[in-house]
């Protein structure tokens, strides 16, 4: 795929259509994040209502079930960190 | 060769839609629209107009259908007036920039408040630079053509742009005119079924409306400006084709009277023909007067508009809505600026007239003429006026 700033006006595909399915995925808006959250084990009990609640879909399983954050897009919103019932998520600042 | 018939012009929008055939139709009443889009849903009811009849809850919502329908290769049409255009505006931007060739008949009318169900040019001037191709009417019979005419136009796989028709509401959306119908066989020779190279379907997904960085917005925009551009050659085939199939020819700029004119009013609409009254009743007391309308207004005909205008002194621009604030109205304020570079350009002279269907007659135009001869005699006068107002 070509880089962004490659592209010329004339491009494009007429509207901007995008011909290509699921592209947004190449877009990491994991970038903007300037929070990230730190999944306690001990105190995570696999209900999943951070999954539900995350606006980005950026909460994955591991494979003994816990839940994790996808960094690649998860902005550090810090919902599920207010959502979850036990308090198994901290935001750390990406700095620390 | 089509029959002539004294038909409301409300009901000829709608037969020349139902003779295009559409697959959708989307529309909320609104004065003075609804006779519209309330013929059109005693078609479909009647079945003489196999399409579906969205009976949506809100203009917004009956631009986004029509958006949405067009997106999946369905012809599809809507008409408003007034605050129905300004609920709709979120939506008709996306439809231009998306290059969904939607077409809608917009019954010219005020913008509350005052509450204003009258006509004027100031709903349809609001979105101005909403990207869509835009006519103004000037009668019954242009309307009923210029259905026809941007179905095709719009549709073209060179174009793919909605259109508006704009016509003035109740004087001429409520008045009962002659015109001449086409048959269904005339009108299926001037206008193909809508193909579209890209359409919303599950098997082939496609992303339409997707966001953009700044990286590439500036880049999006400069097609889309180009694009409406490059529209100009085929409004102007369809016209010829049109004109040879019907005998009526159309033009951006329609020139009336002009020969020698040194005065040359201007208008856009239904008033274009008060005003041909007007210089009819100039011309016979010898005073070299004529007339520009303006038929074309996006993509705007700088090529047609310069020629045509460039030999008068004073140009006489009748808008009919108020720009707050600014440098007069919406079309003279363009016309100046079309003309600025020329090297020899008539004084623009700019009138707001005929706002919430106050009526703009013959006199009134030979006054404005009047008084612009004598502004230019003085050289000068104010930016714009509102015509007429009570001091």
Known sequence: ?96 | MGKRVGLEVSFAASEAVRLANVDVIAAYPITPQTHIVERLSEFVNNGELDAEFVPVESEHSAMSVCTGSQAVGARSFTCTSSQGLILMSEIVYCTAAMRLPVLMVLANRSISSPISIWNDHTDVMSIRDCGWIQYFAENGQDVFDHVLISFRVGEDRGVMLPVIVNMDGFSLSHVIEPMELLDQETVDKFLPPYRADVVLDPARPVTMGAIVLPTCFTETKKAQDEALKASMPTILEAWKEFGDLTGRYYHPIEEYRTEGAEVLLVTMGGIGETAMWAVDQMREKGRPVGLLKIRLWRPFPFKEFRKAASKAKILVVVDRAVSYGGPGGPVASELRSALYNEPERPQVVNFIAGLASRDVTPFDFIAMVDRAEEAFQKGTGPEYEIYGVRE
Do not use: N, Q
């Open chain 1, 1 to 96: 795929m070509k880089k962004e700033l490659e592209y010329k006006w004339t491009d494009f595909e007429s509207g901007f259509v995008i011909m290509e399915p699921g592209t947004s995925r190449a877009y990491h808006t994991g970038d903007w994040r300037s929070l990230r959250p730190i999944f306690d084990h001990e105190r995570c009990i696999k209900c999943g209502v951070c999954w539900i609640f995350c606006p980005d879909c950026a909460i994955r399983f591991d494979k003994e079930g816990y839940a994790e954050a996808d960094l690649d897009y998860c902005k550090g919103c810090g919902i599920c960190s207010r959502e979850c019932l036990p308090g198994a998520i901290t935001m750390v600042g990406e700095e620390e």
